[in-house]
């Protein structure tokens, strides 16, 4: 979505709110998208992801802060937390990115795929040494703001 957009559909929820409504936002933040290794409690790998697309967030991160100028909405509170999805197998990992992407259209670069199977050969290599009970995960720090509509 263009950052126009972005700001546009922030000016329909800031009309469509009761004046008592919230709104909550959350996405991720500029940094990276880690690919981690657990087990047992233990981080035993990360690194980033290649495909990280941070563009999109610094929109976001844009059209909140017009909102806010503009005095559409007031921030009542705003944080951050850590956003960790586990699989047991990066197929498994792979398949449900796969789900969750699969709006973006966007083509991926040659050099960038390259990189990302070279991380998730590393990845089952490091899975398969290191035995049973270890996973994979996506790691993400994201914001969360409750926003309410300035009338």
């Not at 994201?142 to 009338?151: F, G, K, S």
């Amino acid at each position: 979505m263009t950052p126009e957009g972005m700001v546009h559909a922030l000016e329909e929820i800031h009309r469509l709110l009761k004046p008592a409504g919230s709104l909550v936002d959350i996405h991720p933040t500029l940094g990276p998208k880690l690919i981690e290794v657990h087990q047992g409690g233990r981080l035993l790998f990360a690194e980033p992801k290649p495909d990280y697309f941070v563009e999109g967030y610094a929109q976001a991160d844009n059209a909140l802060a017009r909102a806010v100028e503009r005095q559409l909405f007031a921030v009542e509170q705003r944080g951050q937390f850590d956003f960790l999805t586990y699989a047991p197998s990066i197929t498994e990992l792979l398949e449900y990115i796969a789900e969750t992407n699969a709006y973006n259209d966007s083509p991926k670069d040659e050099a960038e795929s390259a990189r990302e199977a070279e991380l998730f050969a590393r990845i089952e290599g490091i899975l398969r040494d290191t035995g049973e009970g270890a996973e994979v995960a996506t790691h993400e720090t994201a914001l969360i703001a409750r926003m309410t509509p300035i009338r």
